[in-house]
């Protein structure tokens, strides 16, 4: 009888010996699944959202044919001022609205709304209704048409 104890209880073990094995044999692989899978709860966590580009500050032309004369432009906001600049001199060539997009986009165009209150008494200012910007790799441009020529001014932050 002692042996038939003996042989229930050293299966016993050994049931429990098997089932402890297979348990932390399960949670051994389970973790060692890889959590960075694109599509996985873990990654997804932990991948941060792109964010809306932010134009606000300032902005220079980079391709003016002279060091001592080019374009600036300050963003606010939801509205940009574009300036001609010279030695000893700063004349307002633009000021309106901005739309850059609400989703994280990298290139986008917007139409800007001529704010006329500040353009119309300004004699270098531009006299059309709207203007169109675009932002591309960092990079705002527009055209520009002064006497008869028109350019695509680029400018960067300043």
């Known amino acids: 009888m002692l042996s038939d104890m003996h042989s229930t209880i050293t299966k016993r073990v050994?049931?429990?010996?098997?089932?402890?094995?297979?348990?932390?044999g399960s949670a051994a692989c389970s973790s060692s699944t890889n959590t960075n899978e694109p599509g996985t709860p873990a990654a997804q966590a932990t991948t941060e959202a792109p964010k809306p580009v932010d134009l606000t500050g300032e902005w220079k032309q980079t391709n003016s044919n002279s060091p001592d004369?080019?374009?600036?432009?300050?963003?606010?906001?939801?509205?940009?001022?574009?300036?001609?600049?010279?030695?000893?001199t700063k004349s307002l060539y633009w000021a309106g609205t901005v739309g850059a997009p609400a989703d994280a986009s990298q290139s986008f165009t917007w139409d800007s709304a001529n704010d006329t209150s500040k353009t119309e008494s300004a004699i270098?200012?531009?006299?059309?209704?709207?203007?169109?910007?675009?932002y591309?790799?960092?990079?705002?441009?527009?055209?520009v048409t002064?006497?008869?020529?028109?350019?695509?001014?680029?400018?960067e932050r300043a």
């Not at 004369?69 to 000893?88: H, K, L, N, P, R």
């Open 14 to 24: 050994a049931a429990l010996t098997l089932l402890t094995a297979v348990a932390f």
């Open 69 to 88: 004369s080019f374009q600036t432009a300050t963003i606010t906001g939801d509205t940009i001022e574009v300036y001609w600049v010279a030695t000893d």
């Open 124 to 134: 270098m200012a531009s006299g059309d209704a709207t203007k169109t910007f675009t």
């Open 136 to 143: 591309e790799n960092g990079e705002l441009s527009y055209e």
């Open 146 to 155: 002064a006497l008869g020529t028109t350019m695509t001014v680029r400018l």
